[in-house]
């Protein structure tokens, strides 16, 4: 059978924000910021500061705040060494098996005709990101990265994802990732309809991703730490603003809330594209 008939919507894209969805504390606190012997409040706390007394990002000041405390303490990192710190995540219950069984589950129910892939979109540090325990279950991970010098030496941002620029890489999942951004593509062309992708993220900063998710066909789930009441109320915050489809406490673990609120959406939108392969198949067999 030819490309041009062969069902293609067959793909259910699962996208995750990182600092706080998948881990309880933000990677830098893992990672870098310990290596470096900083206290990641007063170090968060100079970060807001100056972004709010120079009316900076937040994202690009703590880039460079990082810069500075690497050079303050003649410290230097590499690529080989910022990958190396993502050994050192720790996840929410349940994570490291999470991708192994939500994917499993796809399979059976989609009857081996669906295919699941994960995303992460953070405004974390792409050096770090490749090197944790679950890199292996995505298919793509989009995140800031520092430019190096030819001594290896991050010196600069090179690429910064925040809040909003979230949303365009979930187009660009949606689209393929290949297709140019900007140029207009026709819905049943992209490669990932929205109808077939799932956001999860922990809070405020996921909202602009969300929202297009939500407003183009998509589903979004909030997580919250567990017993944390202000984690908890920003989460009925989003529902009650229509943000988000369902919210629950962050444990990935087989059985938990979470893990039956992921399985109803993957129900809908697999009995959709099972029900869209149909269609496909019956108004092809009409020649």
């Known amino acids: ?64 705040l990082l810069v500075d405390k690497l050079e303050t303490k003649q410290q230097h990192l590499n690529r080989s060494d910022l990958c190396s710190l993502g050994a050192r995540i720790k996840y929410f219950p349940g994570v490291e098996s999470w991708f192994e069984r939500i994917a499993k589950y796809v399979r059976k129910r989609g009857g081996g005709n669906i295919r699941l892939e994960n995303y992460i979109i ?50 660009r999942i949606n689209k393929g990732l290949e297709a140019p951004i900007n140029e207009y593509m026709p819905e049943d062309q992209r490669r990932i309809p929205f109808s077939n992708i799932v956001y999860i993220g922990d809070g405020m900063t ?19 730490r567990p017993r944390i009441p202000k984690s908890i109320a920003t989460c009925r915050k989003l529902l009650e603003a229509r943000r988000i489809d369902f919210y629950a406490p962050a444990n990935y673990s087989t059985g938990r809330v979470l893990e039956k609120r992921v399985q109803l959406i993957l129900d809908q939108i697999i009995a959709q594209v099972l029900y869209q392969r149909e269609i496909f198949s019956a108004r092809l067999s009409l020649g």
Not at 131 to 159: C, K, L, Q
Not at 206 to 224: E, F, Q
């Open 1 to 64: 059978m030819s490309k041009h008939h062969q069902f293609k919507h067959n793909i259910i894209a699962m996208i995750y924000d990182f600092d706080g969805t998948l881990t309880p504390q933000p990677m830098q606190e893992y990672t870098i910021l310990p290596k470096l012997g900083v206290a990641p409040q007063e170090f968060w706390h100079r970060v807001k500061q100056e972004a709010r007394e120079t009316g900076g990002d937040e994202m690009l000041t703590y880039m460079r």
């Open 206 to 224: 996921d909202v602009p991703g969300m929202t297009v998710t939500k407003k183009n066909g998509g589903y979004a789930i909030a997580v919250h």
């Open 122 to 171: 953070s405004a974390g540090q792409k050096e770090i990101l490749e090197g944790v325990a679950i890199r292996e279950h995505f298919t793509a991970m989009f995140a800031s990265e520092y430019f190096f010098d030819h001594h290896d030496r991050a010196t600069w941002p090179n690429i910064l994802i925040n809040d909003t620029i979230k949303t365009q890489y979930i187009f």
